[in-house]
C-alpha cells in the first residue's frame, strides 16, 4: 500500500448524496413551476422582476464572500433567496425594490448576524417586509392575470382577493356574508373556466366558489410566485418526495390556521361561530407559498419534529389573528417572522424523546409496587 | 402486507453493497509465513505475555493470559517459533505488545477432535469459553464470559442472537449463517444452556432472506426451541439496544446493561465461536472476514488467521485498485480507516474494505449547520447532534454531558446524513473523551 494516497478520517466513511447545495437546487426547482406560471400570467415584466432579484441577491452575496474570504456562491442559497424574493413581489414593482430587498435581504438579515446558517429569520421575507412597509403604494399595485384579461377584465391595476374583503369588511360593520358572498356583492371577477368548474362540482352537490377555484389555479391578482397554490402544492410534494421537508410543518400550519379561520373566522363578517370560508382563504393570498417555502426553511425552523409542529400552529394561528383582524390584507411573511423570534426558545426546550426514557419510568413503577 | 418489527426511533438506509460480496462461499487462506499476534483484541484490559522470544508455539496454545475479568486470553494461531514481542498500533489507534510468529510452514496446523457438551454443567462450559479467550465478534469484541455470566439474583429472559449484520458491505455473518448452520445452532444451544433463558430469538434482517429460510428449516428439522425474527432493513439495528426494542420491545435504560432488561446479547460469530470452544476445545485463531469494497480488485469472504497482516489479505483478493482512496478495518459506519498494511487481522476485524477515492473538495470539507434537523431526526438514541457538536466546539463539554453525550454510541447516523458533511461523530468521540475527565 506504499505510495498510496489514502484519507484517514473518522468514522462513518460514507456519506448520503444530499449536501446543502443539492437541497438548494432541489428547493429552486421544485419553485419553477409556479414562477413559470407567474411569468405566463403576468407577462415578461414579471420575469424581468425575478431576474433582477437573482442576479442582486447573487451579485451582493459575491461581493461580501470576497470581504470575508469565506464560503461559496455555489451553494445555491443566494439563488433561492433571490428567487424567492422575485416570486414575492408584484410584477408591476418598480426596479430598484427587488434590488433593494435583494440587498437588505442579503446583507443586513444573513451576512450580518454570520452568514449561512447563522440567521435568525428568513432574509427572503424579511427582504419582501422590508420593502413593503417601504413601498406601500408600489406593494399594492397588481396587475390582473392574463387569464382573466381575456375574459374581459380591466388589465390595469386591482385588488387582490385578500384586499378586496379586507376593505369591504372595514366598511361596512355587519355584512351576514361569508367571504365569497363579499366578493360576489363586490363584483369581483372570475373566469369563465372557473365557472364551469364551479358548476361541474355543484352538479355533484358539492358547493365551491369560482374564486376558490381561480385562486388555486392560480387565476388571480398578486404577487408573481405566490398565485398558483396547484403548482407551488406540486413543487412541495417534490420536496416531500426528495425528504428536503417533512410533513410537520406545513401540515401543522394550514391545520391550525384552517382551523381557526374556521370558527372564528366568521366573525368578523358578522357570521356565528364556525362559519369561516377557509378554503378560500388558504388558497388565496401567500398562504401556500408560505407554508411550503417559507416557514419551512431549515435555518429558521425548529430542529425536532415536535417543535416543527408547535411551530407550524403558531404561524398558523398569527396569520389567521392579523388576516382577520389586522389592518393589513396579507400577513403570512410577518406571522413567519414573528414566530422565527421564538425558533431558539422552542429548540431549547423541545426535546426529542431519549431512548430508554419510558422504560426507566416504567422500572420506577415497579419498584415501586 | 404484513411490516415486518424494528426499531422505532430514527435509523437510516445506507446502500448495503452487500451484492459485491454475499455469494462468495468462505475460502480458507492458507497460512501466510508469519503473524502478529497482539495482546490486546478485546476490550478490556491487555492480557499478559505468557511466552518470550525465540519460544515455540503450538496452535491453540494459550500465549497470553487474560489480566482481570474484564480481558481474554490470546492463542497461538499456528504452529511456529516467536521471533519478536513488538511494540504495536492497531487500527483502532490502540497501541499494545505484539507476538510476532514465524510460521512453521512444514507443519502449521493440528487437528481439534470433537467432545460431547451436553453432560456438563454451565458452569465448566462457560469456564471452557473463558479458558479459550472467546469475545464478541460482532466489532466491541466485549469478553463472552462476561456476558454469558449472569449474577446471583439475576435471571434471563432472553437470549437474543444478533444476525443483523446491518453495516454496509459486511457479508461475514450471512456466510457463517449459510455455510455453518448447524454449529451457529448448537453454539446457540450452549450459550442457552450456561444462561438458561426462558425463550431464544435471531434477530436477523430481511436483506438476508436465504440465511433466514436455512436457520428456520435446520430448527425444524432438529426441533430446537429458538425463534427466527426477520426484520426490517435499517441501520443501526445491529447495535444490542436497537436490536432488543425490535425484538422483544425493551428499552435498555441509558448506562445500563442487557442484563437489566432480563435479556443477553450474542453475536452469531460469537455463538460459532462458543461452538468450536466447547465442542472442539478450539479457541479464536480464525475468523471470516469480508474483503470488499469498489476499489479491492476481487470481493471475497475468508477464513483468516488471527494475526494475518492486511496485506497477506489484500493480496489473496487481488490487491487494489488505483482509485483506491481509503482503506477502512470493520464496516464503513463505524468502522476505522487505516493506512498500514502491515497490521493484523484481529478476534473482531470483520471486514476489510476499500473504498473509492472522493472526488476533491476545492473549497472547504464541512460546510455551515444549516439547522436542517435531519441529524435529530435519524438518532437512534434521541439526542441533538447538531446542540452538543456546537457545545463541543465551543468546549462546553459539561453543558454536553448534560445533554445526554455519554448516551452516544457513534454510530454515524449523524454523520451520515449531515447535508452540511459536519463531523459529527469527530465531535461526539472528542466530547466524551474531554468530558469524562
Known amino acids: ?369 | 402486507m404484513h411490516r415486518l418489527p424494528t426499531f422505532r426511533k430514527g435509523g437510516i438506509h445506507p446502500g448495503d453493497k452487500k451484492e459485491l460480496s454475499q455469494s462468495q462461499p468462505v475460502e480458507r487462506l492458507p497460512f501466510p509465513d508469519e503473524l502478529i499476534v497482539p495482546l490486546s483484541q478485546h476490550l478490556g484490559a491487555p492480557a499478559n505475555p505468557l511466552k518470550e522470544k525465540g519460544d515455540a508455539v503450538g496452535m491453540g496454545e494459550m500465549i497470553g493470559e487474560a489480566s482481570s475479568f474484564i480481558s481474554a486470553n490470546i492463542h497461538s494461531p499456528v504452529n511456529g517459533t516467536i521471533t519478536e514481542i513488538r511494540q504495536i498500533t492497531l487500527m483502532n489507534s490502540v497501541s499494545c505488545k505484539a507476538f510476532v510468529i514465524k510460521v512453521d510452514t512444514e507443519n502449521p496446523a493440528v487437528e481439534f477432535t470433537a467432545h460431547p457438551w451436553k453432560d456438563k454443567s454451565g458452569e465448566q462450559l462457560l469456564g471452557k469459553v473463558k479458558e479459550l479467550g472467546i469475545v464478541g465478534t460482532g466489532g466491541a469484541t466485549f469478553p463472552t464470559h462476561v456476558k454469558l455470566s449472569v449474577p446471583k439474583g439475576k435471571s434471563v429472559e432472553s437470549l437474543v442472537i444478533n444476525g443483523v449484520e446491518c453495516e454496509p458491505y459486511l457479508t461475514s455473518d450471512h456466510r457463517l449463517m449459510l455455510e455453518q448452520t448447524e454449529q451457529v445452532l448448537e453454539g446457540i444451544m450452549i450459550a442457552a444452556h450456561i444462561t438458561e433463558p426462558k425463550n431464544i430469538i435471531v434477530g436477523v434482517e430481511n436483506n438476508k432472506k436465504d440465511a433466514i429460510e436455512r436457520l428456520r428449516s435446520v430448527i425444524s428439522e432438529k426441533k430446537l426451541p429458538i425463534e427466527v425474527v426477520a426484520l426490517q432493513v435499517k441501520y443501526p439495528q445491529g447495535d444490542e439496544k436497537q436490536l432488543l426494542k425490535a425484538t422483544i420491545n425493551r428499552e435498555i435504560p441509558s448506562g445500563k446493561l442487557p442484563l437489566d432488561v432480563g435479556a443477553v446479547v450474542l453475536n452469531v460469530g460469537t455463538a460459532f465461536a462458543v461452538y468450536e470452544a466447547v465442542v472442539y476445545n478450539k479457541p479464536i485463531i480464525d475468523r471470516i472476514v469480508t474483503v470488499s469494497g469498489e476499489a479491492m480488485k476481487e470481493k471475497k469472504n475468508v477464513r483468516t488467521p488471527i494475526g494475518t497482516k492486511i496485506a497477506d489479505l489484500i493480496a489473496f483478493s487481488g490487491g487494489l485498485n488505483d482509485n483506491v482512496g481509503k482503506m477502512v478495518a470493520g464496516g464503513p459506519m463505524m468502522g476505522f480507516a487505516f493506512y498500514d498494511d502491515q497490521i493484523p487481522v484481529i478476534k473482531g476485524t470483520s471486514g476489510i474494505l476499500a473504498l473509492e477515492r472522493k472526488k476533491e473538495k476545492k473549497v472547504k470539507i464541512s460546510t455551515p449547520c444549516i439547522s436542517c434537523g435531519k441529524c435529530v431526526a435519524v438518532c437512534p438514541m434521541g439526542l441533538q447532534p447538531t446542540r452538543l457538536f456546537r457545545l463541543i466546539e465551543n468546549r462546553q463539554y459539561e453543558q454536553a454531558m448534560k445533554l445526554n453525550l455519554m448516551d452516544c454510541k457513534e454510530c454515524g447516523c449523524c454523520a451520515y446524513s449531515c447535508p452540511s458533511e459536519l463531523p459529527l461523530v469527530h465531535g461526539m468521540k472528542l466530547g466524551k473523551k474531554m468530558g469524562r475527565k
Open chain 1, 1 to 369: 500500500m506504499e505510495n498510496r494516497k489514502l484519507t484517514v478520517s473518522s468514522s462513518p466513511h460514507i456519506h448520503t448524496r444530499m449536501s446543502t447545495s443539492s437541497i438548494m437546487w432541489s428547493v429552486t426547482v421544485a419553485l419553477l413551476p409556479a414562477a413559470l406560471w407567474g411569468v405566463y400570467v403576468f407577462g415578461l415584466r414579471a420575469l424581468l422582476v425575478i431576474a433582477v432579484s437573482i442576479v442582486s441577491s447573487v451579485a451582493i452575496e459575491y461581493g461580501l464572500l470576497k470581504i470575508s474570504k469565506d464560503g461559496s456562491v455555489l451553494d445555491g442559497s443566494a439563488f433561492l433567496t433571490g428567487l424567492l424574493i422575485g416570486m414575492n413581489l408584484p410584477a408591476d414593482v418598480a426596479i430598484v425594490v427587488p434590488i433593494l430587498a435583494s440587498a437588505f435581504a442579503i446583507f443586513v438579515v444573513k451576512w450580518t448576524f454570520g452568514g449561512l446558517g447563522s440567521n435568525w429569520m428568513n432574509p427572503a421575507l424579511a427582504g419582501r417586509v422590508f420593502v413593503f412597509f417601504s413601498f406601500t403604494g408600489l406593494m399594492n399595485t397588481y396587475r390582473m392575470p392574463r387569464t382573466l384579461v381575456s375574459a374581459g377584465v380591466d388589465a390595469s391595476s386591482s385588488a387582490t382577493i385578500l384586499t378586496q374583503i379586507k376593505m369591504t369588511v372595514s366598511e361596512q360593520t355587519a355584512l351576514l356574508a361569508s367571504s365569497t358572498g363579499v366578493l360576489e356583492s363586490s363584483g369581483y371577477p372570475y373566469t369563465g373556466f372557473a365557472h364551469n368548474v364551479s358548476q361541474f362540482f355543484s352538479s355533484m352537490s358539492l358547493n365551491v366558489s369560482e374564486y376558490t377555484i381561480d385562486a388555486f389555479f392560480g387565476n388571480i391578482a398578486g404577487c408573481i410566485g405566490e398565485v398558483s397554490a396547484f403548482f407551488l402544492i406540486l413543487g412541495g410534494i417534490y420536496l416531500l418526495y426528495k425528504k428536503i421537508i417533512t410533513w410537520h410543518i406545513p401540515v401543522s400550519m394550514i391545520g391550525s390556521f384552517a382551523l381557526f379561520a374556521w370558527v372564528f373566522g366568521g366573525l368578523r363578517n358578522g357570521l356565528g361561530l364556525f362559519q369561516g370560508d377557509f378554503v378560500l382563504q388558504i388558497f388565496s393570498g401567500g398562504f401556500i407559498l408560505a407554508s411550503l417555502f417559507m416557514a419551512t426553511d431549515m435555518v429558521t425552523s425548529p430542529v425536532t419534529r415536535k417543535g416543527m409542529i408547535l411551530y407550524g400552529i403558531l404561524i398558523g394561528f398569527f396569520t389567521f389573528l392579523l388576516r382577520y383582524f389586522g389592518s393589513l390584507p396579507e400577513s403570512s411573511s410577518l406571522a413567519i417572522l414573528l414566530v422565527n423570534i421564538f425558533v431558539p426558545t422552542i429548540d431549547r426546550y423541545i426535546m426529542p424523546k431519549r431512548f430508554g426514557e419510558v422504560e426507566k419510568k416504567s422500572n420506577k413503577k415497579e419498584v415501586k409496587a
